[in-house]
């Protein structure tokens, strides 16, 4: 019906200097063979149907999307003092680790949470009516009785939750109900909590459980007694960053009513950011948490919007060694690189691995530059703004620590702000058990010993990682950087070019 073979020719420029993807669909078996040939031929991909064309599309936006969320730059949650508070997190999981229970009580498991900043709703553990009747008075009416349990997961599904209550008679008889309903096995006394007031505010849900292929997995979405109904939610791999959380919401249906519908106020989304965030944390860093889940966590307009009013987690076997544990499929920040450096001045200097967050910091560190240290460490004159663009830059901050280490050196500024002083990397070859370092440093901190500190502590990286040994190609004429890499006990023989020394240094892993 159409002149196949011609329109495929005239296609076929559209193949090269082209921003735009071309998917075509060429029907008609036999009779449009030579188009789809020339299109193929092009390098133009062909489809027998159009909906399936549609559907490839569908995908490579999907993963254009996914691409740009995981380089666009994040900003860092604003910090706050003790939070995260880990030595108190891990306090609470080796106890209940060490009773030999899986499950972590409601008090307890509120008691995580807050230990990474996460708000939840003041919680009373009550054994006796009386304790209970107390509780309620302190906290003051309403209030609701929740069963106490360290074996029962779900307190509704047992008769174990009695809301609205009003008066001392009523929560002395609540507590007796819920012992009742229980039937003594499993009954620990109750929790009282306020009533808080859902009106104006979302119930969301937020979780992570295990898989087989890629550890702790994350979960957004609505939540409440019907989440299993809605069923409205979205996956992600922990750790998370602002822009990741962000995403994850995106992909939800009650993100549109997060951002106010009917006149309400939307939530406050930067606040839900790093709750998402710190909750990843608590994922990554806990890693004999098996289970976790805040269902509902109420998210309301206005400061102090967020409160999770329920929690269970559940934690892997007391049977299973430290070293057993599932491992995030991507590697956290490696905390245990962090550290200081004494200045000749007396001033202490931070050195630590880089954070996808560190993108502007870079933009001023290579604008502060001279022509000579980028040609030493290039080998020609890279122009500023091959430098610092977004796309080079993105993939520079934002590595997978299995496979390269980038050690910033920090210290404050006049304004107060931390500003990047030096930057050392090591990238692992593929498909061999050694990697390559580079080293830079801006000019008016050379000669100060910063650059040995971080190739010492490149070296020390690269032992604890378990490389074979590390190299680098250094200039010639850059005899600053040959001296540092004899003084740390790397030999140093003719490169590949005239140009070139090679340092090479052979590693105990």
Not at 53 to 73: C, D, G, I, K, P
Request: proline fraction near 6%.
């Amino acid at each position: 019906m159409t002149e196949s073979t011609k329109t495929a020719e005239h296609l076929r420029p559209y193949a090269r200097d082209n921003d735009k993807p071309i998917l075509a669909s060429w029907m008609g078996g036999d009779a449009v063979a030579s188009g789809e040939k020339i299109l193929n031929e092009a390098g133009l991909p062909t489809f027998a149907y159009p909906d399936t064309a549609a559907r490839v599309f569908n995908h490579m936006w999907r993963y254009s999307y996914n691409l740009r969320a995981l380089y666009e730059t994040p900003s860092l949650p604003e910090d706050e003092e003790g939070i995260p508070d880990r030595e108190a997190a891990a306090t609470i999981v080796q106890k209940t680790h060490e009773s030999g229970r899986l499950l972590m009580t409601e008090h307890a498991s509120k008691a995580l949470l807050s230990a990474y900043g996460i708000p939840t709703v003041e919680t009373r553990v009550a054994e006796t009516p009386q304790e209970a009747v107390a509780a309620a008075c302190d906290i003051g009416h309403p209030v609701a009785v929740k069963l106490h349990s360290t074996s029962i997961t779900h307190k509704s599904d047992v008769g174990g939750v009695q809301l609205g209550l009003t008066s001392d008679a009523a929560v002395e008889e609540a507590f007796r109900t819920i012992d009742e309903n229980i039937g003594g096995e499993g009954f620990d006394g109750v929790t009282v909590q306020p009533m808080i007031d859902r009106s104006d505010g979302y119930e969301l849900i937020i979780g992570s459980s295990m898989d087989e292929q890629f550890g702790p997995v994350l979960l957004f979405g609505s939540g409440g007694q019907l989440v299993e109904v809605y069923q409205d939610r979205a996956l992600g791999l922990p750790p998370l960053n602002r822009t990741l959380a962000r995403r994850m919401m995106e992909q939800t249906k009650i993100y549109e009513a997060l951002q106010g519908v009917r006149g309400r106020e939307p939530v406050d989304f930067d606040a839900l950011e790093t709750l998402l965030v710190r909750f990843s944390q608590l994922v990554v860093e806990q890693p004999r948490v098996k289970e976790i889940d805040v269902n509902p966590l109420l998210a309301r307009p206005g400061d102090d919007g967020l409160l999770a009013l329920d929690a269970r987690v559940v934690l892997h076997s007391y049977t299973t060694d430290e070293e057993d544990l599932p491992t995030p499929a991507i590697r956290p920040y490696p905390r245990q690189y962090i550290g200081t450096h004494p200045m000749g001045d007396g001033e202490e200097i931070t050195i630590r691995p880089i954070r996808p967050e560190d993108e502007p910091k870079l933009v001023t560190f290579h604008e502060r530059l001279s022509e000579r240290s980028v040609y030493l460490r290039y080998a020609n004159l890279m122009k500023l703004e091959q430098r610092v663009a977004h796309n080079r830059l993105a993939r520079i901050c934002f590595i997978d620590y299995d496979r390269e280490m980038a050690l910033v050196a920090e210290r404050p500024s006049e304004e107060g702000e931390d500003q990047i002083i030096a930057v050392g990397r090591l990238t692992q070859q593929p498909g061999r058990n050694e990697a390559e370092f580079a080293m830079l440093v801006i000019d008016e901190y050379q000669g100060e010993g910063i650059g040995t500190e971080l190739l010492r502590r490149l070296v020390e990286v690269g032992e604890t990682e378990g490389l074979g040994r590390i190299t680098a190609d250094i200039l010639q004429q850059n005899h600053a950087m040959q001296r540092v890499c004899e003084k740390l006990g790397f030999d140093l023989v003719q490169g590949d070019g005239r140009e070139m020394v090679k340092a090479v240094k052979s590693l105990s892993g």
